[in-house]
């Protein structure tokens, strides 16, 4: 039980950490509050809330990852690398698809 509360704590840290330097993931954070306020003004099903919750999930994973990717890249060099950038753009281009594959969902399930 130790191990999984050291764990979670590390979790919780970086993603608070995340939370107060990324302003892509403010951003995702604020539109995935107003889709969750709207479902409850909408009612709707229960398939709906977890297609809702999961591209919730996928979009904040997706950026986590990418933000991950980057400060990683940032701490083994601080000279532009043509392997590196290709990885970062690479990483932004899941978060976009992620996030555009869940605008998608969104409106089949409000509209």
């Known amino acids: 039980m130790k191990h999984f509360l050291t764990a979670l704590a590390c979790a919780l840290r970086g993603f608070r ?30 398939w709906e809330w977890v297609a809702i919750t999961l591209c919730i999930a996928a979009v904040i994973t997706a950026e986590l990852i990418n933000t991950a990717l980057e400060r990683l890249a940032d701490v083994v060099t601080s000279e532009q690398h043509p392997g590196i950038a290709a990885a970062k753009d690479i990483a932004a281009a899941a978060v976009l698809i992620t996030s555009a594959a869940s605008v998608v969902v969104g409106l089949i399930v409000f509209l």
């Open 17 to 46: 950490t995340a939370v107060r330097r990324e302003r892509h993931l403010q951003f995702h954070l604020i539109a995935a509050t107003g889709v969750i306020i709207f479902g409850f003004i909408d009612g709707l099903a229960d």
